[in-house]
C-alpha cells in the first residue's frame, strides 16, 4: 500500500531546467532522505507549468502551494518547515507585481486561474515520463471512444462541430482538412504533425511535446483513423532535444502497452509513428516544405495546387496539423464537440496556447479563451509591464503577424479580429512592447530575420524582402527619404499578392502593421534623425540627450559641472533649453528613465544636477549661443509660457524680430501663475525671463490678441509668421449643477491666487478632484493654508498623470489619497458644501490604452466641506483670435499641427495648444520645431539648426576607467515641519555633492575615432 501524502510537482520543462530544476529535485531528493520522508513525499517530474520567468516552480499537493524560483539550497528549508512542520516558506511564495503582495496557492495567482487548459490539460500536472499518469487522466479514453464506438467519418463529423481551426497559422477547418484526405484516393495516407516552430520567442510546441507528449500522439492515431492512415510522422526540429527525448519514450512506452503497431486495442487499426528531425529552417513550419524535408529533400514550398489532402507527403494524400492543433483532439472526442465550441466566438472556437514575452512582468506560456481581450492578456494574466514603463504594442503571429498599439487594448484576439488589425493569430508568438522599443527598428528585426530564412525560390520573397531589408536598414542609420515609406508599402503590397507560399505572402506585416499604427516614428527618423527610444545607434547621442524633448547634451552640462566649469555646462544646456533652473524644478526628467548607469545601480540624478549648474550662474547673456545676423523679419508669438517664451528665443538666435504677446500681466504662463513657489520659486521664473529680455526677446504684456489686437492688424505691421503657444488656462469641468457656488474653484484658479498671494478663504475641511500635477498642488497648497485635505481620484494610483515624487510628498505632508471615487453632485448648504461622491470600477481599455473607470451602482456616498476644488483637466481657450483663420480645432480644443504646421500658411503653434496639458520640457521641444518650420516658411531654406548639433566635449575622459561606486544622491528636502507657505521646499546641492554625482555619468556620447 503507498503511503504518499504529499506530491511535489516540480517543473521541468526547459526553461525551469536551464534555471537548475536538475539540481533542485537532487537537493529535495537529498533532504527527503536525511529527514526520512521519500516514502511519504512523491517528487512527480512535471512538464512546463507555463510562468517561465519564475522558474523554477513547484506546487506541492494536496494543499496546492506554489513556490517560485526555487534554489538547491532552498529544498532543506522546504523539507524542513513545510514537508516535515507544516509551516510553509512564505519568502518563495509569488509576488504579485507592483504591489509585491504574496500569494500562496497557484489557484489564486492571476496568470493561472484567468486561463483555460485545453490543449495543455496535462502539462504540470502529470509526470512526464509516465503512462500510468496520462492514463490515470483519462488518456487513451478519446482513442478508445473513436475505435469502438465511432466511425471514422462521425469522428470527422465532431471535429467539424467543434470549429477546431489549425492554431499554426491561418486558422484552417480542421475537420474539413479531414475529411478532404480522408475522400481523397489512395493507397496510402499519412497523418503528420508540425513541431517545427520556428518563429522567434514562440516555444508552445516545444513545451507540449516536454510535458504532454501522449496527447499528441494519441490525437495522431485518431486522426489516422479518421483519414484511414496507419503511418504518421512527428517533425520536429533537431534543436528540442528534450522534446525529442520524452517524445521517444512516450513512443517507446505506447509500443509497449501495444498502444502503437498493429491491431490497436484490438479493433483491426494499425498505426505507428515515427519522429523526424528538422534542421531548423524557419520555411519548413510552411507544410509542402516540410513534407518535401520528411522526403530527404530541400525545404521548399510546392505551389498548389494540388493540395497535401490530395498529394501530400511521397505524392499521398495527408493532413498535416501542429502540435496544438492536435492536442485539442482527445478532449473534442471526449468530451464532445459542443462542449469545446462553448469556448471562444463565434467564428473562432477554444482556446489559444501563446507564448507571452518581451517587456512584460509574467513571461511564459498561457492558454486562454479565443475571444479574450489583448488587455487582460497583458495587464490580467501577463502582469503588466516591469518598471511602470508604458505599454506600447504587442507583437501578435510571428514575423509573419503585425503590431497592434495601446489603443486597441480592447481587441478581442481571434482570427478575424486580428486579420483587420493587420496581424494574423500564427502560431501564438506575443511579444509584448514598451515604450523604450522603436518600432522601425522591430520591423527591421522581423525583416531581417524573414529575408534570412527565404528560401528563395520565388523572387518576390528572395528580393522583395531583401529591398525592403535595405530601405528599413537605411531609415534605422538616419539615411532615409520619405519616398521610402511608399516604396516600402508598395513592395509589401506586390509580396502579399504574388510570393508562392504563405509565409512570403505574410512577411510583409510587422512593416505594414508599424507604417499603419507608428507612421510617426518613421518620418521621425527620415526627418528629425531622432529614435525617441534610443535603440538606432546612429540617430543616438546618448540615451539620456535622446530621450530629452528639448534634445539637451545632457551629458555635455554633467561633464563641466563635475569639473566646476559651470559657464561651459550652461553654454551646453542654453543652446538647447533657455529653462534650465526651472526645468531643474519642474522636470519629470525623461533623460532619467533612459540613463544607463541604472544597469549598474541607480541613475544620475540629473535634475539635481541641472538645478546647481543653474544656480550658480548669475549672468546667462555670457552662455547664451551668439546670435545670427539680423534679417528684419518679424515673428509674432502668442502667449507667453515656456513654449512662447523658447520659441521667441530659438527665432532670436536665428536672428528674427520676435515680439511675444501675453494677456496677464506678467509673462512666464503656467510658470508664473500655476506652479506654486514652494515648487518654483517666482524670482527663479523672473530672473530667467529677464534673460531672456537681455537676449533680445521683446515681450508685451497685458495685450489679449483677438480682443486688444486681431491677427490682420500685427499682419498689417509687418508681421510674417505667428506662432500660437497661448496655453491651457480652460479648466474641464464636471456637467453638474453648483458650481457657480463661491466655495467651489478650478484648480487653475485656486492656484493663480495663491501664486499672486490673494486672500483664500477655504475652511477647514477641502476636497480636490483630480490626478494630475495641478490636482497634487492645489491639494499641497490647500494644506498649507490650514486645511485638512482629501484628494479624489477616479483611476488607480498607476494610473495617476502626476510626477509620483509629487504624490510621495504631498502624502507625506498629510494629504490624504482615495482611489476609484468621482464626483456625482454637489448641493450647496448654508454653512457647507455637500459632495456626493461614487465608487468607482476599472473597466475596458479605452483609446489611451487605459481601463476606463465605470461607477458602481448604489455606491455613492456624502461628504460635507469648506470649499472643493476641481482640478479635472485642462484645454486651451484660443478660438477668441483665430476666428476666420483655416484652422478648425480638434475635440479637446487644441490646434491640430505636423510638427508645428497648421493648415494656415503663416500661423504655426506648439505646447499646449497642440499637445493638450503638457510638461515645460515638452513646451520647449515643440517651440524648437516650431522655430525651424517658421525659419523654413520665412527663406525657404533648410539649414542645420545651432540646437541641431552637439559639441565635443572637452572634459578629459578614460574610457577604460572603472565606473565610480558613488551610489545615487538624494534630493535634499526641507523635513516636512519645517516647510512653510511660500519657501522652497528642496534645497540646491553643494558644490561637492554636485561634483560627486556628475561623475557619476557614464559618458555614453564618448566614440573612439
Given at each position: ?266 479493433t483491426g487499426f494499425d498505426f505507428d509513428v515515427e519522429i523526424r528531425m528538422g534542421a531548423g529552417a524557419f520555411v519548413c513550419g510552411e507544410e509542402t516544405a516540410l513534407m518535401r524535408s520528411i522526403e530527404g529533400k530541400r525545404g521548399e514550398p510546392q505551389p498548389r495546387p494540388p493540395f497535401p489532402a490530395h ?14 492543433t492536435l492536442s485539442n483532439i482527445p478532449y473534442i472526442i471526449l468530451y464532445g464537440a459542443e462542449k469545446f465550441a462553448s469556448i471562444g466566438t463565434e467564428k473562432s472556437k477554444g482556446t489559444k496556447i501563446f507564448a507571452l514575452a518581451g517587456n512584460i512582468n509574467n513571461t511564459g506560456l498561457i492558454e486562454v ?587 578629459e575622459f578614460d574610457p577604460e576607467a572603472e565606473p565610480v561606486e558613488f551610489m545615487r544622491s538624494k534630493d535634499c528636502l526641507i523635513p516636512v515641519k519645517e516647510r512653510g507657505i511660500y519657501n522652497e521646499v528642496e534645497k540646491t546641492w553643494n558644490k561637492e555633492i554636485a561634483c560627486r554625482e556628475s561623475s ?10
Amino acid at each position: 500500500m503507498s503511503n504518499i501524502r504529499t506530491q511535489v510537482l516540480l517543473c521541468q520543462g526547459t526553461s525551469c531546467m536551464s534555471n537548475g530544476a536538475t539540481s533542485v529535485r537532487e537537493a529535495l531528493k537529498e533532504a527527503l532522505h536525511k529527514a526520512g520522508l521519500e516514502k511519504e513525499v512523491e517528487i512527480i517530474t512535471a512538464g512546463c507549468m507555463g510562468i517561465c520567468e519564475l522558474g523554477p516552480v513547484m506546487v506541492i499537493y494536496p494543499d496546492g502551494f506554489f513556490y517560485q524560483r526555487v534554489k538547491p539550497e532552498d529544498a532543506e528549508e522546504i523539507v524542513q518547515e513545510h514537508l516535515l512542520k507544516g509551516r510553509v516558506v512564505k519568502r518563495l511564495f509569488y509576488k504579485k507585481p507592483k504591489t509585491e503582495e504574496l500569494i500562496a496557492k497557484i489557484e489564486d495567482i492571476d496568470f493561472f486561474k484567468l486561463q483555460e487548459k485545453i490543449a495543455r490539460r496535462n502539462c504540470g500536472l502529470i509526470d512526464v515520463n509516465t503512462i500510468n499518469d496520462y492514463i490515470g487522466a483519462d488518456g487513451f479514453m478519446a482513442l478508445g471512444k473513436a475505435l469502438t464506438e465511432m466511425t471514422s467519418q462521425e469522428v470527422i463529423n465532431e471535429v467539424k462541430k467543434s470549429g477546431l481551426r489549425g492554431r499554426g497559422g491561418a486558422g484552417f477547418p480542421t475537420g474539413l482538412k479531414w475529411d478532404i484526405a480522408a475522400k481523397a484516393s489512395g493507397k496510402q495516407k499519412y497523418m503528420l504533425c508540425n513541431a517545427d516552430e520556428g518563429d522567434p520567442g514562440a516555444f508552445m510546441d516545444r513545451s507540449m511535446l516536454e510535458g504532454d507528449s501522449y496527447s499528441v500522439l494519441e490525437a495522431m492515431m485518431i486522426g489516422g483513423y479518421a483519414i484511414g492512415s496507419n503511418q504518421g510522422y512527428i517533425y520536429v526540429r533537431a534543436e528540442y532535444p528534450l522534446a525529442i527525448e520524452r517524445l521517444t519514450i512516450a513512443i517507446n512506452e505506447m509500443r509497449k502497452h501495444k498502444l502503437l503497431g498493429k491491431n490497436i486495442l484490438g479493433t483491426g487499426f494499425d498505426f505507428d509513428v515515427e519522429i523526424r528531425m528538422g534542421a531548423g529552417a524557419f520555411v519548413c513550419g510552411e507544410e509542402t516544405a516540410l513534407m518535401r524535408s520528411i522526403e530527404g529533400k530541400r525545404g521548399e514550398p510546392q505551389p498548389r495546387p494540388p493540395f497535401p489532402a490530395h498529394k501530400g507527403l511521397f505524392k499521398y494524400p495527408s493532413v498535416l496539423n501542429n502540435v496544438e492543433t492536435l492536442s485539442n483532439i482527445p478532449y473534442i472526442i471526449l468530451y464532445g464537440a459542443e462542449k469545446f465550441a462553448s469556448i471562444g466566438t463565434e467564428k473562432s472556437k477554444g482556446t489559444k496556447i501563446f507564448a507571452l514575452a518581451g517587456n512584460i512582468n509574467n513571461t511564459g506560456l498561457i492558454e486562454v479563451p479565443i475571444g479574450i481581450t489583448l488587455g487582460k492578456i497583458v495587464y490580467n494574466i501577463g502582469g503588466g509591464i516591469p518598471g511602470n514603463k508604458k505599454f506600447k504594442a504587442v507583437q501578435i503571429g510571428g514575423p509573419s503577424g503585425g503590431c497592434i498599439p495601446a489603443n486597441h487594448l480592447n481587441a478581442k484576439v481571434d482570427y478575424e479580429s486580428l486579420i483587420e488589425l493587420g496581424s494574423i493569430m500564427g502560431s501564438g508568438g506575443l511579444i509584448v512592447i514598451d515604450e523604450d522599443t522603436c518600432m522601425v527598428d522591430i520591423a527591421r528585426y522581423f525583416m531581417e530575420f524573414i529575408q534570412e530564412e527565404s528560401c528563395g525560390k520565388c523572387t518576390p520573397c528572395r528580393e522583395g524582402t531583401r529591398i525592403m531589408l535595405e530601405i528599413l536598414t537605411r531609415i534605422c542609420e538616419g539615411k532615409g527619404k520619405m519616398e521610402d515609406l511608399d516604396t516600402l508599402e508598395e513592395l509589401a503590397y506586390q509580396i502579399k499578392d504574388s510570393a508562392l507560399c504563405g509565409l512570403g505572402q505574410t512577411a510583409p506585416n510587422p512593416v505594414l502593421s508599424t507604417l499603419r499604427y507608428f507612421r510617426d516614428e518613421y518620418v521621425e527618423h527620415i526627418k528629425d534623425k531622432k529614435c525617441r527610444a534610443g535603440v538606432c545607434a546612429e540617430l543616438v547621442y546618448t540615451p539620456c540627450s535622446n530621450s530629452c524633448p528639448a534634445s539637451v547634451n545632457v551629458t555635455a552640462y554633467l561633464a563641466y559641472t563635475k569639473v566646476g566649469d559651470y559657464k561651459k555646462a550652461m553654454q551646453a544646456h542654453l543652446k538647447n533649453n533657455p529653462f534650465p533652473a526651472v526645468c531643474g524644478r519642474v522636470c519629470p526628467a525623461f533623460c532619467e528613465s533612459r540613463c544607463r548607469r541604472k544597469d549598474i545601480d541607480e541613475e544620475v540624478n540629473i535634475c539635481a544636477v541641472k538645478r546647481f549648474m543653474a544656480d550658480k550662474v548669475d549672468n546667462y547673456l555670457e552662455c547664451f549661443p551668439e546670435k545670427q545676423t539680423l534679417n528684419r523679419k518679424k515673428v509674432a508669438v502668442i502667449g507667453g509660457g515656456p513654449s512662447g517664451l523658447s520659441n521667441a528665443y530659438f527665432l532670436t538666435m536665428l536672428g528674427y524680430e520676435v515680439t511675444v504677446f501675453e494677456a496677464q500681466p506678467k509673462a512666464g504662463g503656467m510658470l508664473t501663475y500655476a506652479i506654486p513657489a514652494y515648487r518654483l520659486p517666482k524670482n527663479i521664473v523672473e530672473k530667467e525671463i529677464q534673460a531672456l529680455v537681455d537676449y533680445g526677446v521683446n515681450i508685451k504684456t497685458n495685450l489679449r490678441i483677438g480682443k486688444d489686437i486681431t491677427l490682420d492688424q500685427l499682419r498689417n505691421e509687418g508681421y510674417k509668421a505667428f506662432y500660437v503657444a497661448a496655453g491651457a488656462w480652460n479648466s474641464v469641468m464636471p456637467g453638474i449643477d453648483n458650481l457657480e457656488d463661491p466655495r467651489v474653484l478650478n484648480g487653475l484658479e485656486f492656484l493663480s491666487k495663491f501664486n499672486q498671494q490673494e486672500e483664500l478663504k477655504i475652511g477647514k475641511e477641502v476636497l480636490v478632484i483630480g490626478g494630475g500635477n495641478s490636482a497634487i498642488d492645489a491639494a499641497r497648497t490647500a494644506k498649507r493654508l490650514g486645511a485638512d485635505v482629501t484628494i479624489a481620484y477616479r483611476r488607480t494610483r498607476e494610473e495617476m498623470p502626476a510626477d509620483e515624487a509629487e504624490i510621495n510628498e504631498a502624502e507625506r505632508e498629510g494629504v490624504k489619497i482615495y482611489l476609484l471615487q468621482n464626483i456625482k453632485s454637489i448641493k450647496s448648504q448654508k454653512d457647507y458644501l455637500e459632495v456626493e461622491l461614487v465608487n468607482m470600477r476599472l473597466g475596458d481599455y479605452d483609446a489611451s490604452g487605459r481601463r476606463r473607470p465605470i461607477e458602481i451602482e448604489g455606491s455613492s456616498f456624502v461628504r460635507k466641506i469648506d470649499c472643493l476644488i476641481l482640478s479635472i483637466g485642462q484645454k486651451p481657450a484660443i478660438s477668441d483670435f483665430i476666428e476666420g483663420e483655416k484652422i478648425q480645432l480638434n475635440r479637446n480644443n487644441t490646434i491640430p499641427t505636423i510638427k508645428g504646421i497648421t493648415k494656415s500658411k503663416d500661423i504655426f503653434a506648439g505646447g499646449d495648444v497642440a499637445l493638450g496639458p503638457a510638461t515645460v520640457v515638452e513646451a520647449i521641444g515643440e517651440a524648437q520645431n516650431a522655430a525651424e518650420v517658421i525659419d523654413f516658411y520665412l527663406t525657404g531654406k533648410k539649414r542645420i539648426y545651432p540646437w541641431r548639433v552637439e559639441d565635443p566635449v572637452d572634459v578629459e575622459f578614460d574610457p577604460e576607467a572603472e565606473p565610480v561606486e558613488f551610489m545615487r544622491s538624494k534630493d535634499c528636502l526641507i523635513p516636512v515641519k519645517e516647510r512653510g507657505i511660500y519657501n522652497e521646499v528642496e534645497k540646491t546641492w553643494n558644490k561637492e555633492i554636485a561634483c560627486r554625482e556628475s561623475s557619476r555619468c557614464l559618458r555614453c556620447e564618448y566614440r573612439e575615432d
